[in-house]
C-alpha cells in the first residue's frame, strides 16, 4: 500500500489554504463524537479541474458513491504525496 499524507482542511480564513484532491486520494470524515467512526471514501472524480471540491467519491464500508462537498472534519489522505 503507498504511504498517504493527511492534508488537513483549513479555511482560508483559518491561515489555510482550500483543500484539493485528486483521483485515487482518501478522503476521511473524522467522527465528532468518541463512539462515531470514521468513513473513508476514495474520490473517483474531479468537478474542478484544479481539485477542489466537491468531489465524486466511493465510500469503502459500502460502495455507495456520491457527491461530496468536505466539511471541516474532513482530511484528504494523498494517494502519492509529493516532497
Known sequence: MPSRT???RQSPAEGGTAVRGQ???RLVV???RDDAHNRVAVITELRH???TPPYL???L???HEGLVFPGP???IEAEHPTG
Open 6 to 8: 493527511a492534508l488537513p
Open 23 to 25: 483521483v485515487g486520494d
Open 30 to 32: 473524522h467522527g465528532r
Open 49 to 51: 479541474a484544479d481539485g
Open 57 to 59: 467519491v466511493r465510500w
Open 61 to 63: 464500508d459500502d460502495g
Open 73 to 75: 472534519d474532513t482530511t
